[in-house]
C-alpha cells in the first residue's frame, strides 16, 4: 500500500527511518521544522532493530581522535537525551551510565589494552580509565571468572535498551509533529529550484533540506545528490538469554544484563555480505568467550538470536556532509547509531539547520576515500 | 485427590498415575499429564510471579508457545510445564520472580 503524504511540502526530507533517521528527525521536529521520514519496507535490511546497547567510547578514536572525542561529546549528551525522551513520550529507554570494562583473559592482552588507553588519554585526557587486576575487577564484578587477567575500566561508557530507545523516538517525533511514511523507500531525488523532489512510488514529495540516513540504502541515493556514501554490511550475531537475577552492574564490551534481567551476549564481525542470518559456529563461539569470564552463564538458556548488519565505511569512522553541488542535502552514517544518537539530535540536526559545521566533524567528510 | 480446582481430568484409558512433589507437596497424578496440566489440576494454578512487575502467571496455551508456565522442573528453573510430562518423583517448584545464577 502507497501511503499519500499529508501534503508534497515539507521543511526536511529524512530518508531512513532507524536510529540515526529517527534521531535527527526527531531533533528537526522538536525544533519546529515541518519534517517527513520516508521508512523503507517492513523487511529492509534494518540495523536500528539489532543492536546490542552499549552507548560506549573506550578504545575508540585510536587512528582518528576526533572519533573518540565525538563518541565521548555524544556519551555526555545521552543522559539529557533520554531524560527529555521520557519527560515527552513516558517511555524509560533505560539508559545507565555507571562505567564499562573491557575483559581481558590474558596478562599480555591486558597490557596491550592498557597501552592502547594510555595513548588515548595523553592525547585527550578526558578519555579516563582505569587498569584493574583480577582481584580489584573481583571486587566490581563478583560473577567474574578465575581465567581473567583484568580488565579496563572506563567511567565514560554506558549502555541503553536501543528498542526502547527506538520506540520513544518514534513516538516524541509523532507527538513533536513529525510525519512518518512506512513503506515509503526513495526511488529518486532530484533539486528543482533550490528544493529537493523525492519520488516514493507515484508519490512526489518536496522538501526544501534532505537528509541521507538510509543505512547501506545511502550507497546509492548519494550519488543522486552530489554526494558519496561507499558503506557495505558487516554482520554482527547477537544473543539473549532467560532473564536472571542481577549479576553484572556495568556494561562489558561482550556482555552485558538488561535493567529486566536479560543477557546479552554479543557480538561477532563478519564479512558476508547482505546476509543476516545466524550460524552455529558463530554462536558457540561468542556464547564461549561470554561463559570465559563468567562461568556462571554456562547453564543459562538462551532464549533468541539474531544477525543483523553494520553500516560499516572503508575505515569504519563516520561520514556527515553537506552536498557542495546540491547544498541542503545532507549524509549522515555510522555504524553506532546507539552511542551517538545524542549528537545526532542535538548536534547535528542544529547544523543541518543552519548553524556551523561542529569542527568535531571535520575528518568525517567521505573524500578521504577518493584516491 | 481433593481440591479447589475447575479443571477436571477427563476420563480416559490410563495407564495408571505418578508421585510428583508440588513445591514439597506430594500429588498422585495421570502419568499422562504433563507438568502444566498437573499444576492446573491441583489447585492454585498460579506457577510464577514475573522478573519485572512481579505479577501473578498461570499455565495458559499449554502448547509451548506462551512461556507462562515457566517453572522449576528437578532444579533447573524456567522449564516449560506444558512441554514436560511428569515422572515418578519429578519435584516441581513455583518461581518468584527471576531466576538466580548465582
Excluded at chain 1, 573491557?102 to 588519554?121: R, S, V, Y
Excluded at chain 1, 523525492?198 to 550507497?219: E, F, I, P, Q
Amino acid at each position: 500500500m502507497q501511503k499519500n503524504f499529508n501534503t508534497s511540502d515539507y521543511d526536511v526530507a529524512v530518508v531512513g527511518g532507524g536510529l540515526v533517521g529517527m534521531a535527527i528527525a526527531f531533533g528537526l521536529a522538536k525544533r519546529g521544522q515541518k519534517v517527513i521520514v520516508c521508512d523503507g519496507e517492513d523487511n529492509a535490511l534494518r540495523a536500528a532493530r539489532g543492536n546490542f546497547g552499549l552507548v560506549w567510547v573506550q578504545g575508540k578514536g585510536t587512528k582518528c581522535l576526533h572519533y573518540a572525542r565525538w563518541s565521548l561529546h555524544s556519551a555526555d549528551a545521552w543522559q539529557g537525551f533520554s531524560d527529555d525522551l521520557e519527560s515527552r513520550t513516558g517511555v524509560s529507554v533505560g539508559f545507565q551510565r555507571p562505567g564499562g570494562f573491557n575483559l581481558a583473559l590474558q596478562p599480555d592482552e591486558l597490557a596491550t589494552k592498557a597501552a592502547t588507553m594510555q595513548g588515548l588519554f595523553e592525547a585527550e585526557p578526558r578519555l579516563k580509565y582505569q587498569v584493574l587486576d583480577r582481584s580489584a575487577l573481583a571486587e566490581r564484578l563478583p560473577a567474574i571468572g578465575a581465567d581473567v587477567a583484568g580488565a579496563i575500566y572506563s567511567p565514560n561508557d554506558g549502555h541503553v535498551n536501543p528498542l526502547y530507545t527506538l520506540r520513544a523516538l518514534f513516538a516524541a517525533y509523532e507527538q513533536a509533529g513529525g510525519e512518518y511514511a512506512p513503506n515509503a523507500g526513495v526511488s529518486n531525488i532530484s533539486s528543482q529550484g533550490g528544493a529537493f523532489r523525492l519520488t516514493v512510488g507515484d508519490n512526489t514529495l518536496h522538501a526544501a533540506r534532505v537528509v541521507l540516513a538510509a543505512g547501506l540504502g545511502n550507497r546509492t541515493l548519494a550519488p543522486m545528490v552530489g554526494l558519496s556514501a561507499p558503506v557495505k554490511p558487516l554482520r554482527g550475531q547477537i544473543m539473549v538469554t532467560e532473564r536472571v537475577r542481577p549479576f553484572l552492574a556495568y556494561p562489558t564490551i561482550y556482555v552485558r544484563q538488561t535493567l529486566e534481567g536479560s543477557v546479552m551476549v554479543g557480538d561477532s564481525a563478519e564479512d558476508v555480505g547482505f546476509n543476516d542470518n545466524v550460524t552455529p559456529d558463530v554462536l558457540a563461539d561468542i556464547a564461549r568467550r561470554a561463559i570465559a569470564p563468567f562461568p556462571i552463564l554456562k547453564n543459562v538458556r538462551l532464549v533468541r538470536a539474531w544477525g543483523a548488519l553494520r553500516v560499516m565505511t572503508p575505515d569504519g569512522l563516520p561520514i556527515y556532509e553537506e552536498s557542495t553541488t546540491h547544498p541542503g542535502a545532507f549524509l549522515a552514517t555510522c555504524h553506532s547509531g546507539v552511542t551517538l544518537a545524542a549528537a545526532h539530535c542535538e548536534t547535528i540536526v542544529p547544523w543541518i539547520l543552519g548553524a556551523d559545521r561542529p569542527t568535531l566533524l571535520d575528518p568525517f567528510y567521505a573524500k578521504r576515500f577518493a584516491v | 485427590m481433593q481440591n479447589d480446582s475447575l479443571f477436571k481430568t477427563l476420563p480416559r484409558v490410563t495407564d495408571g498415575t505418578v508421585r510428583i512433589f508440588i513445591d514439597d507437596t506430594p500429588y498422585q497424578v495421570p502419568r499422562s499429564l504433563n507438568v502444566a496440566a498437573a499444576l492446573l489440576a491441583n489447585g492454585s494454578p498460579a506457577c510464577r510471579t514475573t522478573v519485572v512487575s512481579g505479577a501473578k502467571r498461570a499455565p495458559f496455551c499449554m502448547m509451548g508457545v506462551c512461556f507462562d508456565c515457566l517453572v522449576e522442573i528437578d532444579g533447573v528453573p524456567n522449564r516449560q510445564g506444558c512441554m514436560t510430562t511428569v515422572q515418578d518423583g519429578m519435584r516441581v517448584r513455583r518461581m518468584q520472580g527471576a531466576r538466580s545464577i548465582a
